[in-house]
């Protein structure tokens, strides 16, 4: 383990991102989908070795919390992309 969240409170937050990003479209919240997606990638990059970042899944959760209640396309849109870069930044060229 590289630091940060235990093995099994990692495994957490990858089964309930997993399970946000598949039902997200089912109802309607694809940005919603996308975000949760992209926390799953970051969980799979510290999987990988990547070292933890706190801030970086916090970030995630946050915007998934504020994406529920956000009906501006274009604030949807800069918040996942906001988290694109910062899933970017910390899985660099991981698949």
């Not at 919390?65 to 910390?90: C, F, M, N, T, W």
Request: glycine share 10%.
């Amino acid at each position: 383990m590289n630091g940060g969240a235990d093995v099994a409170q990692r495994a957490e937050i990858y089964r309930l991102s997993y399970s946000i990003a598949s039902l997200g479209g089912t109802f309607g919240l694809g940005a919603v989908s996308a975000a949760a997606h992209s926390l799953c990638d970051l969980m799979d990059a510290f999987e990988q070795g990547r070292p933890w970042d706190f801030p970086a899944v916090d970030v995630h959760y946050n915007s998934l919390r504020l994406l529920r209640s956000r009906q501006d396309p274009a604030e949807v849109k800069r918040i996942v992309a906001g988290l694109l870069r910062v899933k970017a930044r910390i899985a660099g060229s991981l698949p």
